[in-house]
């Protein structure tokens, strides 16, 4: 049956949830538009008007796309070169999706969408529908064709993966580029000491390259190694320089609702430096420069203001 443009209306004003549970579940912008977009098809060739709550049916639908793109995602993540992290999602950007509890927050940082690939598919799915968008046990044990029960138990166990990654701090805009700032002063020093002082002892840092872009395929790991590797990073060079296409300029933002840094050259993004911040001090960088991954960010920045760089870099 064609759609009517009220069932097309009801399926728009759907999509923003959508994207945002998808994504969430996915760890990829560009992933999750292409599971609403099937999700939208599928909706297309039913009988929506035997379909007695809209929302359900859209959200089921979605969750069981998604979660056989999981499926898929894992086989293809043990051959991907080097360190697999997430897409990276600026300020303001509308897939970023609610942000009103801490849960929903902290379900859609950097951070814990990194460690929600230790989770099943299955768990992954009960910890987003729960935790970021608030969907009663009963209705997500009807999305996932499960027990009342077993949801719950699947629930317990997402959080026990999740909350064994380090306690993270919420911060403000104001004191997220206060961070960023001190950060780059102390990685601009030449010096190793400052650096170390805003690390915590076990701080990590992690890029992604796809292949694409050189990042090691291990992660730096303690206080010392991180600060040493930074200190390396922000050291200017003609190769650095060529690497990118330019002298990039570095911006302070949020990504994924923590402190970031931008790295532009000419209005396109080359790299997202996510910052995880505990009391203790910074724990881990993740650096997505993989310029698959950086498509989104690069069309967010250029209709953004973002005002003046803090360094031009390199």
Same mark, same amino acid.
């Given at each position: 049956?064609?759609?009517? /443009?009220? =069932?097309? =209306?009801?399926?728009? @004003?759907?999509?923003?949830?959508?994207?945002?549970i998808?994504?969430?579940?996915?760890?990829?912008?560009?992933?999750?538009? =292409?599971?609403?977009?099937?999700?939208?098809?599928?909706?297309?060739?039913?009988?929506?008007?035997?379909?007695?709550?809209?929302?359900?049916?859209?959200?089921? @639908?979605?969750?069981?796309?998604?979660?056989?793109?999981?499926?898929?995602?894992?086989?293809?993540?043990?051959?991907?070169? !080097?360190?697999?992290?997430?897409?990276?999602?600026? @300020?303001? &950007?509308? /897939?970023?999706?609610? @942000? &009103?509890?801490?849960?929903q927050?902290?379900?859609?940082?950097?951070?814990?969408?990194?460690? /929600?690939?230790?989770?099943?598919?299955?768990?992954? #799915?009960?910890?987003?529908?729960?935790?970021?968008?608030?969907?009663?046990?009963?209705?997500?044990?009807?999305?996932l064709?499960?027990?009342?029960a077993?949801s719950?138990?699947?629930?317990?166990?997402?959080?026990?993966?999740? *909350?064994?990654?380090? +306690?993270?701090?919420?911060?403000?805009?104001?004191?997220?580029?206060?961070?960023?700032?001190?950060?780059?002063?102390?990685?601009?020093?030449?010096?190793?000491?400052?650096?170390?002082?805003?690390?915590?002892? &076990? #701080?990590?840092?992690?890029?992604?390259?796809?292949? $694409?872009?050189?990042?090691?395929?291990?992660a730096?790991?303690?206080?010392?190694?991180?600060?040493?590797?930074?200190?390396?990073?922000? $050291?200017?060079?003609?190769?650095?320089r060529?690497?990118? !296409?330019?002298?990039?300029?570095?911006?302070?933002?949020?990504?994924? !609702?923590?402190? *970031?840094?931008?790295?532009?050259? =000419?209005?396109?993004?080359? !790299?997202? /430096?996510?910052?995880e911040?505990? +009391?203790?001090?910074? #724990?881990?960088?993740?650096?997505?420069?993989?310029?698959?991954?950086?498509?989104?960010?690069?069309?967010?920045?250029? #209709?953004?203001?973002?005002?003046?760089?803090?360094?031009?870099?390199?």
């Amino acid at each position: 049956m064609a759609l009517t /443009m009220n =069932d097309v =209306d009801r399926f728009e @004003a759907s999509r923003p949830r959508l994207e945002a549970i998808a994504y969430r579940l996915l760890g990829s912008a560009s992933e999750a538009e =292409d599971a609403v977009q099937e999700t939208f098809l599928r909706w297309q060739a039913a009988d929506v008007d035997r379909i007695e709550v809209p929302e359900a049916w859209l959200t089921k @639908a979605l969750t069981n796309l998604c979660l056989n793109q999981l499926t898929s995602a894992r086989a293809r993540r043990e051959t991907y070169v !080097g360190q697999w992290l997430p897409e990276p999602l600026l @300020a303001g &950007d509308s /897939m970023l999706g609610p @942000a &009103d509890t801490a849960e929903q927050r902290e379900s859609v940082s950097y951070a814990v969408l990194t460690l /929600m690939e230790r989770l099943s598919p299955n768990e992954r #799915a009960v910890y987003v529908l729960r935790e970021a968008f608030d969907y009663p046990h009963r209705e997500i044990a009807e999305i996932l064709d499960i027990t009342e029960a077993a949801s719950q138990q699947i629930l317990h166990r997402a959080k026990k993966h999740v *909350a064994d990654g380090k +306690a993270r701090t919420e911060i403000d805009e104001a004191a997220a580029r206060r961070i960023v700032e001190e950060f780059l002063a102390a990685a601009t020093s030449g010096r190793t000491e400052p650096l170390v002082r805003l690390l915590t002892e &076990d #701080a990590i840092s992690i890029g992604d390259g796809g292949g $694409k872009v050189p990042a090691r395929a291990k992660a730096f790991e303690g206080a010392l190694a991180v600060a040493k590797f930074m200190r390396g990073l922000f $050291k200017p060079s003609e190769a650095k320089r060529a690497l990118v !296409g330019g002298s990039p300029e570095i911006y302070a933002t949020t990504a994924n !609702g923590a402190p *970031a840094l931008v790295v532009a050259v =000419d209005g396109r993004v080359v !790299g997202v /430096m996510c910052l995880e911040v505990t +009391a203790e001090g910074i #724990a881990a960088f993740r650096n997505q420069v993989n310029p698959d991954k950086l498509e989104r960010a690069t069309e967010r920045w250029a #209709a953004a203001d973002h005002g003046e760089p803090l360094l031009t870099a390199f």
